[in-house]
């Protein structure tokens, strides 16, 4: 059987190669994060960078806050978080930053990931924090997005159904969820949505066109040291039919603990992790998906690879904060400081 050109093979799988206008982006070398660490979320807002989270030996969660601004290019310390966690869900909106889920000690015993149900509002403003309805399920490592005025948090894990147990370790049986719950911020209410279909954590994503994409994560357990695999699945979410689609254009690295970006349409995918018996890795390639297309772009790598760090889109740059250049469970942890941006040019 004659073989097909290689560039068609590529174009079958829904991967485009960076075109000469896309390669002109470049990483540029910031400010350097003043507390490495890894398992850090970063979110955009009011023309600033927010750092969040972060997790200590023994997982302990480190609570942090940081706020970055580009006009001066420093970093500033904030309040702590309000409630000491991990793995928890952030996103922006109307210029305040939402915090969804996650995972904090157990209250007695062996350290392990305990899923909890808080909400909370943190005004970056006033530097201050202000609890809100809790979610109906409890679950850590889920993602948030905004489309209108309401807030979609998808997926993550938890304890299994009907299970005494009330924390997550990787020498236990746990689960992901594909739970999805929408949030309305002006009635400070929840009502549930069709889950998706493929149930995961650590995944990552945005919003595009009024409609939301779940890309990549683990399914299975969510230590990757344990029970989990790395998927390069892509879903579509819709709000407006609350239905979901499989997006036939997969992420061309499968991944998890990564961060992204959405900027003119497109959502940035880099760093992350994964593992199998050959290999306990973290990533630098940096790849974006175009829901208009369908298809994925190939881009200049991150100058660092690792895992559990913060993102976020501000102005035209894709801001990569700090992380773990090692994988998890390797007994070693290499905490970068290094805050590499890349510029984006903005053309489709």
């Known amino acids: 059987m004659k073989s097909r050109p290689l560039h068609l093979v590529a174009l079958l799988l829904g991967v485009v190669l960076a075109s000469t206008a896309w390669a002109q982006g470049r990483w540029v070398k910031l400010a350097a994060f003043p507390e490495a660490a890894e398992e850090l979320l970063g979110v955009a807002s009011g023309g600033k960078l927010y750092v969040f989270c972060g997790i200590a030996p023994g997982w302990k969660p480190m609570a942090m806050v940081y706020e970055y601004d580009p006009a001066t290019d420093r970093w500033g310390k904030k309040q702590p ?101 929408e949030y309305d911020p002006a009635a400070n209410t929840w009502r549930e949505r069709t889950p998706m279909p493929t149930p995961r954590n650590h995944a990552t994503g945005g919003a595009v066109n009024n409609k939301v994409y779940v890309i990549g994560g683990r399914v299975g357990g969510a230590f990757i040291t344990g029970a989990a695999n790395n998927v390069d699945i892509v879903e579509e979410y819709d709000p407006a039919t609350d239905s ?22 497109r959502i940035y995918v880099t760093g992350g992790e994964g593992q199998d018996n050959r290999m306990m890795a973290t990533f630098r390639a940096l790849e974006a998906f175009d829901p208009a297309s369908g298809t994925w772009s190939i881009l200049p790598s991150l100058p660092v690879s690792r895992h559990g760090l913060a993102g976020a889109v501000v102005g035209n740059r894709l801001h990569m904060v700090s992380g773990d250049v090692q994988s998890a469970g390797t007994g070693v942890h290499v905490h970068t400081d290094s805050h590499d941006a890349f510029e984006l040019d903005g053309k489709r």
């Not at 609890?131 to 979609?152: C, E, F, N, Q, W």
């Not at 979901?244 to 349409?265: D, F, K, N």
Request: hydrophobic content about 45%; charged content about 15%; cysteine-free.
């Open 244 to 265: 979901w689609a499989l997006v036939r254009a997969r992420m061309p690295t499968p991944r998890s603990a990564m961060a992204s970006g959405v900027y003119v349409g």
């Open 81 to 181: 978080m309000a409630l000491a966690s991990h793995h928890v869900a952030f996103a922006e909106h109307r210029g305040k930053i939402y915090a969804f889920g996650g995972f904090v000690l157990p209250a007695s015993g062996p350290a392990a990931w305990t899923p909890i149900d808080n909400a909370w509002e943190y005004d970056p403003i006033a530097d201050t924090w202000r609890g809100l309805a809790p979610m109906p399920t409890k679950r850590g490592s889920p993602v948030a997005a905004v489309v209108g005025d309401r807030i979609y948090v998808i997926g993550g894990a938890t304890v299994p159904l009907n299970s005494k147990e009330v924390s997550i370790h990787p020498a236990r049986p746990h689960r992901s969820v594909g739970t999805v719950e």
